[in-house]
């Protein structure tokens, strides 16, 4: 059975009581509700939560830190201190085990922290304001960064990661560790920025400001694909599983379902050029209003992973369910009286055959402050410095090198080109023509492959003379049916008949009182309905005998 649990985070609350604890929360969504553990310690903005396998990573509203929790221990494993607040993390490669930590800074810079190595890049201050929502596209190679300030910058995560500094980017920047594309079509703050679940280069991110617009993008090339006018400023996105639809919060609690296909026709009107240049409004239908008692603003939004229910986490410290086929609020899952301010859907866990990552990393490695300090950004020439030590541990046997247990086929399937003693053996076949194949090869291997082939042949007849005996069974089947939906229709034919003649013949009466004028025309009619229905009965039989 597949069980699906998501993380919640709260902010302290402005009136604080002792029945309130801040903190981030695991909570069960199925089968049943129901909360498993609590990290204490913790209040948070909105944007400010990542979870890995491993471990949460929390910045806190109040300070320049991040507390790091251990998933395995259920307990607070670090305190980790930064030269400035922390607005917005996400995370990148989490599927990888070890993954890079992307931080948003109150003064507009982004930071990467490769969580398995401690190192940290910092890049410059792109963003007149601060860094507020970050989004990283499913092949975790790029992220947005959305500010206060209005723009989106894309950024390349290979480019800023590499020990080489960057080249200029199409927007002109011959700076290192500059954004791979800027996109500002938004005229107000940022407030919520998702990627689509596709690894193709046709995958679309969608953006929403306090301007009351919903932008989707290709974010590859920077076009504005379609523009949603909305009739009040969404809080935070959430993104349907196959890309059909997104949701946006609003401030008095409802949900909005802006639906990407309500144009209709088989393709996505978002590819449509004829549409592009064009804004439109969602229906007004798709608004979703929350009960009078839940009114409250709505701060995040989470999908589940069939797509059928949708979180919402409040102001008022209630987390509800939607329900997304009946398009309306179902019931209350959780409330913690305190600000609900991200949630985050987990994983299902259930599911046979699940691949694990290749590394776990059981404790994260503290960044190291010298390159954030000094400003030290990269050069052409560097290289891998020397102190640069990656601490993980591997989950799986390595393949290489091989092991005594390893077969030769198993070796030389993956070694990286062709084994030395495989092209040795290949030429000296080649070099031998009048080698046959039956001296080549033991007799014993021969005599087998003949019992195989002859228990084959045996068993493909038996299969055959079976498929025939079910084929003359249904084909009999078949003419039975066709036999007797036949003398169905023949009786009816006969019937009609009958019952025409009778008419006749009441016909034929009433005209013999009026007169013997019109006697012989009858009876010729009566005649020739007699003929036509024994005409019916003879061809009928033939046909039922002769099919």
């Not at 009136?15 to 310690?41: E, M, R, W």
């Not at 042949?457 to 939906?485: F, I």
Request: hydrophobic share 35%.
């Amino acid at each position: 059975m597949l069980t699906e649990s998501f993380m919640a985070s709260t902010l302290n609350p402005e009136k604080p009581s002792n029945s309130v604890i801040p903190g981030v929360h695991l909570y069960d969504f199925q089968p049943l509700p129901a909360l498993k553990s609590t990290f204490k310690k913790s209040s948070t903005n909105t944007n400010s939560l990542a979870v890995s396998p491993s471990h949460v990573f929390a910045a806190q509203e109040d300070k320049a830190v991040i507390h790091v929790y251990s998933r395995e221990r259920n307990n607070q494993e670090a305190v980790v201190p930064f030269p400035e607040k922390i607005q917005s993390v996400v995370l990148a490669a989490e599927s990888e085990g070890a993954g890079t930590l992307i931080l948003g800074t109150e003064g507009g810079r982004v930071v990467l922290w490769e969580l398995g190595t401690g190192r940290q890049v910092s890049t410059p201050q792109h963003h007149l304001q601060s860094t507020t929502c970050l989004a990283v596209d499913p092949t975790s190679n790029f992220f947005l960064s959305g500010s206060t300030d209005s723009t989106i910058h894309v950024w390349s995560i290979p480019g800023l990661l590499s020990f080489s500094a960057s080249s200029a980017n199409d927007n002109g920047h011959d700076l290192p560790f500059s954004p791979f594309r800027s996109l500002s079509n938004h005229r107000a703050a940022i407030t919520a920025i998702l990627f689509g679940h596709s690894s193709s280069n046709k995958n679309i991110a969608v953006s929403a400001s306090k301007d009351k617009t919903c932008i989707v993008w290709n974010y590859l090339n920077g076009d504005a694909l379609h523009t949603f006018l909305l009739p009040s400023s969404p809080l935070c996105l959430a993104l349907d599983p196959a890309d059909r639809a997104v949701y946006a919060g609003y401030e008095d609690g409802s949900v909005q379902l802006i639906d990407f296909y309500s144009q209709g026709g088989l393709t996505q009107p978002l590819h449509n050029p004829a549409l592009q240049s064009t804004p439109t409004q969602p229906r007004p239908s798709g608004r979703w209003s929350a009960p009078h008692h839940s009114a409250s603003p709505l701060l995040c939004l989470q999908v589940s992973y069939d797509g059928t229910s949708l979180l919402s986490g409040h102001q008022d410290g209630k987390i509800h369910n939607w329900d997304v086929a009946a398009g309306k609020y179902d019931k209350r899952v959780a409330d913690f009286a305190a600000p609900v301010t991200n949630i985050i859907m987990l994983k299902p866990i259930g599911f046979p055959d699940v691949t694990e990552p290749a590394v776990k990393l059981h404790n994260v490695v503290k960044p190291r402050y010298e390159s954030f300090v000094n400003g030290d950004h990269g050069v052409s020439d560097a290289i891998i410095p020397t102190k640069y030590t990656f601490i993980a541990q591997f989950t799986s046997t390595l393949p290489l090198p091989f092991s005594a247990e390893t077969t030769s086929f198993h070796q030389e399937l993956h070694h990286s080109s062709f084994p030395t003693a495989l092209l040795e053996e290949s030429l000296a076949e080649l070099s031998s023509p009048q080698k046959s194949f039956g001296a080549a090869t033991d007799s014993s291997e021969l005599t087998n492959l003949r019992v195989q082939n002859s228990a084959l042949a045996s068993r493909l007849e038996v299969a055959e003379e079976r498929y025939r005996s079910a084929a003359a069974v249904v084909l009999e089947q078949e003419k039975e049916d066709w036999r007797r939906q036949k003398d169905e229709e023949i009786k009816a034919a006969r019937k009609k008949r009958r019952r025409l003649r009778s008419m006749r013949d009441a016909e034929v009466a009433r005209r013999k009182e009026m007169g013997e004028a019109v006697e012989d025309e009858d009876e010729d009619i009566s005649e020739r309905g007699k003929d036509e229905d024994d005409h019916l009965s003879s061809s009928t039989d033939e046909m039922t005998e002769s099919d």
